[in-house]
């Protein structure tokens, strides 16, 4: 069946950039999507990516897509303390599949 | 738009007594998701409609609980009774149909059955 992973936490120093990976099972997903959950809040959609795409950016954040070996990463630009959050990588079939969350500590 | 809106907040009851949440999507949407999050399981799907019907219910737990969408505006989640391994945040989300991977969340009901 369909299944994301995660790793379930990374710590990254503030400043230094930040990666958080992703892989997936089905193929067919159209498009892959990373959520971020704040403290005692909902997931928020931060950005997705098509599945004919390799890389989309977004001014801090950049999602790399490698189709061939299903990994999907979000790197995160000079991290700032308010970068503090859970991150949800999800693919689409009939319906969203979410990973664990990785969970990011900033060091000061 | 005030976003995806869930009462109450926060849920305290006793173990056996009914519990009701509840959700009113963002205005439009016609797709809407259940979630229990917990740190042992993480986010789980419970159950979600599409245009009112219910459309996959596999993630429902047990016979306990049971969800409704009685109109496009208004979502329930009935726990009944509740049991202390029900205690989690239960999170109602929005999207459009054909868009399922861009859903909006509400604030969650954070329920504690003692």
């Known amino acids: 069946g369909e299944d994301v992973e995660q790793s379930l936490f990374l710590s990254v120093r503030e400043g230094d950039s930040s990666v958080i990976n992703c892989t997936y099972t089905?193929?067919?997903?159209?498009?892959l999507y990373w959520y971020k959950q704040e403290p005692g809040a909902g997931l928020q959609l931060l950005t997705y990516i098509f599945s004919n795409m390799d890389m989309k950016q977004d001014q801090r954040l950049t999602v790399l897509l490698n189709k061939k070996d299903k990994h999907l990463s979000l790197r995160i630009a000079d991290t700032q303390t308010g970068d503090s959050a859970i991150y949800f990588c999800?693919?689409?079939?009939?319906?969203?599949?979410f990973g664990k969350g990785t969970r990011l500590h900033i060091l000061p | 738009d005030a976003g995806v809106i869930q009462s109450p907040r926060h849920e305290v009851t006793e173990m056996g007594q009914e519990v009701t949440l509840r959700c009113k999507p963002i205005s439009g949407h016609n797709s809407l998701f259940w979630y229990r999050q917990t740190m042992m399981r993480g986010l789980e799907l419970l159950i979600y409609f599409n245009n009112n019907v219910p459309i996959d219910d596999s993630g429902m737990p047990e016979d306990r609980f049971s969800a409704k969408m009685p109109n496009a505006s208004f979502s329930t989640l009935k726990i009944q009774p509740s049991e202390p391994r029900d205690s989690a945040v239960y999170f109602c989300?929005?999207?459009?149909?054909?868009?399922?991977?861009?859903?909006?969340f509400g604030p969650g009901t954070r329920l504690t059955v003692t």
């Open positions: 089905d193929s067919s997903s159209t498009y």
């Open positions: 999800a693919e689409t079939d009939d319906k969203i599949i």
């Open positions: 989300a929005s999207s459009l149909k054909d868009r399922a991977g861009e859903q909006y």
